[in-house]
T-cell receptor
Framework: SQTIHQWPATLVQPVGSPLSLECTVE??????LYWYRQAAGRGLQLLFY??????ISSEVPQNLSASRPQDRQFILSSKKLLLSDSGFYLC?????????????FGDGTRLSIL | GQNIDQPTEMTATEGAIVQINCTYQ??????LFWYQQHAGEAPTFLSY??LDGLEEKGRFSSFLSRSKGYSYLLLKELQMKDSASYLC??????????WGAGTKLIIKP
C-alpha cells in the first residue's frame, strides 16, 4: 500500500531563517505531488504541484520554492522566512493521469515563525 | 472567479443526522470531493461525486446536483468522533482542485 511521510511535524523558526520541509511517498511510482498551506480555520491553499522529476508549477508567488529531485521526493524551501509564512503545511500525492482519484495527505508540518 | 461556499460551523447532537451543504461556482466541473479533517491533522478522503445523485458509504452519504452547483454531505447516527472539519473540493475544467474553507462540525452529547 502507498504511504506518505512528511517531516518534521512541528517547527519553530525565527524570521529570516531558511526552511526545508521534506516529503516522500512509498508504494507508488510517478505520482503527482503537491504542497499546500492551511492558515488557522481556513481552507487549503495550493502552493506547488509537480507531475514529474524537475517539473514544478507554482500557484502563488511568494518567497517559497519547491524541488523534486527524485520521483517520490518533494521538498519545500525558503531562503528567508517571513512572519506570514506561519501555518500548517501539507504534502499530498495522487495517481498521475487519474484526476478523479483523491489526493492523499501527509501528517503535516506546523510551522511557527517568531 | 471560482468560489466554493460552505457554512463555517455547525452543531449537532450525538446520534442525530446532520447535512453539510456546499455550493460552487467554478470554471467547469469534473467532480466533487469531500474530505474530513480532525483538528491538527491532515484531511482524509471521504467521497467523490461526478454524476448527479446520492452516493452512500456506511453512515456517510454525499449528494450532487450539477445543474444547481450544489452538493451535501449527510452524516447519520452521529458519534463524538465525527467532530471535525469537512472540506468540499471541486475539480475544475483544468483538473485543478478548488477547495472550500471547510465546515467545522461540533457534536454535543
Amino acid at each position: 500500500s502507498q504511504t506518505i511521510h512528511q517531516w518534521p511535524a512541528t517547527l519553530v523558526q525565527p524570521v529570516g531563517s531558511p526552511l526545508s520541509l521534506e516529503c516522500t511517498v512509498e508504494g507508488t511510482s510517478n505520482p503527482n505531488l503537491y504542497w499546500y498551506r492551511q492558515a488557522a480555520g481556513r481552507g487549503l491553499q495550493l502552493l506547488f504541484y509537480s507531475v514529474g522529476i524537475g517539473q514544478i508549477s507554482s500557484e502563488v508567488p511568494q518567497n517559497l520554492s519547491a524541488s523534486r529531485p527524485q520521483d517520490r521526493q518533494f521538498i519545500l524551501s525558503s531562503k528567508k522566512l517571513l512572519l506570514s509564512d506561519s501555518g500548517f503545511y501539507l504534502c499530498a500525492w495522487s495517481l498521475r493521469g487519474e484526476p478523479h482519484q483523491p489526493q492523499h495527505f501527509g501528517d503535516g508540518t506546523r510551522l511557527s515563525i517568531l | 472567479g471560482q468560489n466554493i461556499d460552505q457554512p463555517t460551523e455547525m452543531t449537532a447532537t450525538e446520534g442525530a443526522i446532520v447535512q453539510i451543504n456546499c455550493t460552487y461556482q467554478t470554471s467547469g466541473f469534473n467532480g466533487l470531493f469531500w474530505y474530513q479533517q480532525h483538528a491538527g491533522e491532515a484531511p482524509t478522503f471521504l467521497s467523490y461525486n461526478v454524476l448527479d445523485g446520492l452516493e452512500e458509504k456506511g453512515r456517510f452519504s454525499s449528494f450532487l446536483s450539477r445543474s444547481k452547483g450544489y452538493s451535501y454531505l449527510l452524516l447519520k447516527e452521529l458519534q463524538m468522533k465525527d467532530s471535525a472539519s469537512y472540506l468540499c473540493a471541486v475539480l475544475d475544467s483544468n483538473y485543478q482542485l478548488i477547495w472550500g474553507a471547510g465546515t467545522k462540525l461540533i457534536i454535543k452529547p
